[in-house]
T-cell receptor
Framework: DAKTTQPPSMDCAEGRAANLPCNHS???????VYWYRQIHSQGPQYIIH???NNETNEMASLIITEDRKSSTLILPHATLRDTAVYYC??????????FGTGTRLTVIP | SAVISQKPSRDICQRGTSLTIQCQVD?????MFWYRQQPGQSLTLIAT?????????ESGFVIDKFPISRPNLTFSTLTVSNMSPEDSSIYLC??????????????FGPGTRLTVL
């Protein structure tokens, strides 16, 4: 599975969009981009995933570059409850998720 | 989506003892997974547990140290054997559910916080 690179931490003002980048330059053609988050003292929670097209759901949007070597998770209107560690994961399915170090997002009032 | 509970939620144990962690799911699932999250670290997969077969362990984890049972499609246990302080971690179970378009999503339990003295 491809290795991912994420910034260790980011801050975002409450109500603003949070843009979390992820580099995955060695991604293979059949690997999906998954995003999970882990709020303090809880298990990880699925957010969104995509293959090559941009995706949007009720939680977030996922923008994948045309060469698929990087992606950005967008939380359109961050709230204090979005403070968490966000993991970008490459997978051919949901089996054996490899969690990297993730990005610790802090939403500031 | 699957709802997962774990018991105990936390425990403090003495060196050399063993602890069995239970994972209960509210629906039948084929694949269950056990992860470890050491303090301040990310999650590491310990093993995959399918009903009716022996668990498959990841590199660095062995059955003697982390025996797993999977007696049916809604339940699994992980035992941390002969514990040492290095085993102090959060242990999480997860299950896989197939969603639309044939992709799968993992749902995680709340975790068991283990402290070994």
């Amino acid at each position: 599975d491809a290795k991912t690179t994420q910034p260790p931490s980011m801050d975002c003002a409450e109500g603003r969009a949070a843009n979390l980048p992820c580099n995955h330059s060695t991604i293979s053609g059949n690997e999906y981009v998954y995003w999970y988050r882990q709020i303090h003292s809880q298990g990880p929670q699925y957010i969104i995933h995509g293959l090559k097209n941009n995706e949007t759901n009720e939680m977030a949007s996922l923008i994948i570059t045309e060469d698929r070597k990087s992606s950005t998770l967008i939380l359109p209107h961050a709230t204090l409850r979005d403070t968490a560690v966000y993991y970008c994961i490459m997978q051919t399915g949901a089996n054996n998720l490899f969690f990297g170090t993730g990005t610790r997002l802090t939403v500031i009032p | 989506s699957a709802v997962i509970s774990q018991k105990p939620s936390r425990d403090i144990c003495q060196r050399g003892t063993s602890l069995t962690i239970q994972c209960q799911v509210d629906s039948q699932v084929t694949m269950m997974f056990w992860y470890r999250q050491q303090p301040g670290q990310s999650l590491t997969l310990i093993a995959t547990a399918n009903q009716g077969s022996e668990a498959t362990y990841e590199s660095g984890f062995v059955i003697d140290k982390f025996p797993i049972s999977r007696p049916n499609l809604t339940f699994s246990t992980l035992t941390v054997s002969n514990m040492s302080p290095e085993d102090s971690s959060i242990y999480l179970c997860s299950v896989e559910e197939q969603r639309r378009s044939a992709w799968n999503e993992q749902f995680f339990g709340p975790g068991t916080r283990l402290t070994v003295l």
